[in-house]
């Protein structure tokens, strides 16, 4: 096995756009769930909206991309109220149901055929980056190591964990604030919140937009990086790989998903690639039992399989994510 | 729990004797009207499908004093306490506070206008420092704005004066040495006493207490009955629910007997246990009054 090949593929997809993506849509989760206790399960609408707030009024419209940057944050923006004003006032697992089926709604209308015309239907959007791709003083390819990649990955890594930094201070400098604070006394008990004056219902909801738009841009910038908004890339998978990644890193912590994207996907690309190294020179081990011989049809779910139980390892062993605070564990959350 | 009751209602302690000699005249009657009420209820009415949890004609709660609602079991005192603190909607009826209008305004704009709750089962919010409970409950905090959250410059001055404030009163509730532990690594009596001490951060004019004695062991229930005098005698109102008979006679100046739903005995603590009608409501219609009813909602 090329094992130098296998691990500088799984380092560079640690820092990678996807890595970047999924850690700011985790944040944006961070914001919902770890701070404010909101079960939203819809992640991937607010991303697909940013992706494809961007990708049609570019593609379909010839906006300049950046002219386009800021309907990422009011479409964020307006999931975030959309989804709010019914669901809010009511009980947490209610905000679950609607916000899945809204993220499939949103899925499913970016692939109708009805609106292939302006989405795209499930071969989606290209051709929307060239403002990205002028911007880019890089040319040539690179290598590190065993890794090579092109200009515009480098860039946009570059350009990614830029973002990355200035929303984690933001979040930071959020959460350490009084507004922070109200935010954080909703999850422990929203009626106590309520008893000391704070208008609940408006905080959550701040909440929700906050988290939304951060979410948004976070879809945004995949699709920027991979020069395609897809709606494959938008299914509720991405949405509990992103409470996957939350749990990994620790919940309420500002770096918690940061570090659990790369972790994340630094584990399925290792899996993946020494899964297909391991089928490809025909060296998948005899002895082990039928259900386990890894074969080209199935190592895609092997691949989840085995990736999960490693992450389902770690959260037993370490249920706090690797930064949150074991203290935490021991009080019951209601 | 037993709890020693030789001295009565302490009357002529500190500023509030005035008031206290105000209500000596007042007769025992349901509904009487106070020289100074700071919560007057009317007609108040409250249903769970066929059961009438509430149905009060009319209440007022005197400024200054210390109030008791008691009664057994299902009698609707919880209910009409989260009817009156905004936290259920009423089927008909108004209240005022303070002289306004607050009927069918929510728990939160109630808690901002200086009606202060706590909760029967404790709120202490576990996963946050005791201390940051405490900074919870200061009210007008420009830091809690979206935008002005981001500039420290605009809140940080306020935030240390709420801080100084919470310390304050830490230290007063014996609760300084656990400044920076999580609320809920606390004893269930220290919950009781940081929760009343986070309503005080808020300033309130009325403080109401959801049965603050349950759940306490002996020892701290007299420190709490303590601090409960002590607000009174600070020029706090106080309205809290209890059912414990002992507790009331030792700190309330007044009590308020209810029973299905209505208000059947008003008076002194000492007029209230040879008041036939709460007599009756105790023992003849449950037999037993530590037990209580079945029907607790």
């Known amino acids: 096995m090329q094992w130098d090949l296998i691990f500088s593929n799984a380092l560079y997809a640690a820092v990678a756009i996807n890595a970047i993506g999924y850690a700011l849509i985790a944040v944006g989760l961070n914001v919902h769930f770890g701070y404010t206790g909101l079960l939203n399960f819809g992640q991937?609408?607010?991303?697909?909206?940013?992706?494809?707030?961007v990708?049609?009024?570019?593609?379909?419209?010839?906006?300049?991309?950046?002219?386009?940057i800021p309907l990422i944050f009011v479409g964020g923006m307006l999931l975030g109220l959309l989804i709010g004003i019914p669901t809010l006032r009511l009980r947490a697992d209610y905000l679950a149901i609607v916000t899945i089926a809204a993220s499939e709604i949103i899925r499913l209308f970016l692939s109708s055929e009805r609106f292939r015309w302006l989405f795209g239907g499930t071969d989606g959007l290209q051709g929307f980056t060239g403002d990205m791709q002028e911007l880019n003083p890089f040319s040539g390819r690179f290598r590190v190591w065993a890794q090579s990649f092109g200009a515009y990955d480098l860039f946009m890594i570059l350009v990614g964990w830029s973002i990355v930094a200035l929303v984690s201070l933001l979040v930071y400098s959020l959460m350490r604030s009084p507004w922070g604070r109200v935010l954080r006394?909703?999850?422990?008990?929203?009626?106590?919140a309520r008893s000391l004056g704070k208008n609940v219902f408006s905080y959550k909801m701040q909440s929700l937009v906050v988290g939304g738009v951060i979410g948004a841009l976070g879809g945004a910038v995949i699709a920027i990086g991979n020069r395609a908004a897809q709606p494959g890339n938008y299914s509720t998978t991405l949405t509990f790989f992103a409470y996957t990644i939350l749990i990994l890193g620790g919940v309420a912590r500002v770096k918690g998903p940061i570090i659990g994207a790369m972790i994340f996907w630094f584990t399925i690309t290792l899996v993946d690639n020494v899964l297909a190294e391991a089928v490809r020179t025909d060296s998948v081990p005899e002895w082990l039992p039928s259900w386990l011989q890894v074969t080209d049809s199935n190592f895609g779910q092997v691949k989840f399989i085995i990736a999960g139980s490693a992450l389902a390892l770690l959260v037993v062993f370490r249920p706090q994510g690797i930064f949150g605070d074991r203290r935490e564990q021991v009080f019951d959350v209601r | 729990m037993s709890v020693d009751h030789t001295d009565d209602a302490d009357v002529g302690a500190g500023p509030p004797a005035?008031?206290?000699?105000?209500?000596?005249?007042?007769?025992?009657?349901?509904?009487?009207?106070?020289?100074?009420?700071?919560?007057?209820a009317d007609s108040v009415h409250r249903q769970f499908g066929g059961l009438v949890a509430v149905d009060v004609d009319h209440v007022e709660i005197q400024r200054g004093v210390i109030t008791a609602l008691i009664g057994p079991n299902g009698a609707g005192k919880t209910t009409f306490f989260n009817l009156l603190t905004g936290f259920d909607e009423p089927d008909r009826g108004r209240w005022t506070f303070d002289g306004d209008d607050v009927t069918g305004r929510s728990g939160y704009k109630l808690a901002r206008s200086g009606m202060v709750r706590t909760f029967q089962l404790t709120k202490s919010l576990s996963r946050m420092s005791v201390i940051e409970n405490?900074?919870?409950?200061?009210?007008?905090?420009?830091?809690?704005?979206?935008?002005?959250?981001?500039?420290?410059?605009?809140?940080?001055?306020?935030?240390?004066?709420?801080?100084e404030r919470a310390e304050a009163l830490l230290e007063r509730f014996r609760l300084d040495h656990m400044r920076d532990e999580f609320a809920g690594s606390l004893s269930g009596g220290q919950r009781k006493l940081l929760e009343l001490a986070r309503a005080l951060m808020a300033d309130p004019h009325l403080i109401m207490l959801d049965e603050p004695m349950a759940g306490v062991n002996p020892a701290l229930t007299q420190s709490l009955l303590g601090h409960i005098k002590s607000l009174r005698d600070e020029g706090h109102t106080v309205l809290f629910v209890e059912h414990d008979m002992d507790v009331v006679h030792d700190i309330s100046d007044w009590v308020v007997v209810m029973a299905e739903g209505q208000v059947i005995a008003e008076g002194p603590p000492e007029s209230i246990g040879t008041n036939q009608e709460v007599i009756d409501a105790y023992l003849g219609a449950h037999h037993d009054l530590d037990l209580g009813g079945s029907d607790e909602r």
């Open chain 2, 18 to 40: 005035a008031i206290l000699r105000r209500l000596e005249g007042l007769p025992h009657e349901v509904g009487v009207a106070k020289p100074d009420p700071i919560l007057v």
């Open chain 1, 44 to 53: 991937a609408g607010f991303a697909a909206i940013g992706a494809y707030a």
């Open chain 1, 185 to 192: 006394s909703i999850r422990e008990d929203e009626d106590a």
């Open chain 1, 55 to 68: 990708a049609v009024v570019v593609a379909q419209y010839d906006w300049s991309l950046w002219a386009a």
């Open chain 2, 134 to 163: 405490m900074k919870l409950g200061a009210q007008s905090q420009r830091g809690e704005r979206f935008w002005s959250s981001l500039m420290p410059l605009a809140w940080k001055a306020q935030e240390k004066e709420n801080e």
